[in-house]
């Protein structure tokens, strides 16, 4: 049996797989946001494209 304080000389640290995903995430984030944007603008553009027809009915 291994003693309890081990030091763990000869095992690779490493991070956990989700500090991992955290950090690819956090890469990722802008290109998100500038996603966001344009999608909220398209979709404003959109609606008022329809309001701008329906007032002309």
């Known amino acids: ?3 309890v304080n081990a030091s763990g ?3 690779t640290r490493r991070f ?3 500090v ?5 995430s956090a ?5 998100a946001d ?3 944007v344009l999608t909220t603008i398209a979709v404003f553009a959109l609606v ?3 309001a ?3 007032a002309k009915l």
């Not at 890469?27 to 290109?31: A, L, Q």
Request: glycine share 10%.
């Open 27 to 31: 890469r990722s984030r802008p290109m």
């Open 9 to 11: 000389i000869g095992r």
């Open 1 to 3: 049996m291994g003693h």
């Open 48 to 50: 008022a494209l329809i």
């Open 34 to 36: 500038v996603a966001f």
């Open 16 to 18: 956990p797989q989700e």
């Open 20 to 24: 991992r995903f955290r950090l690819i």
């Open 52 to 54: 701008k027809g329906v």
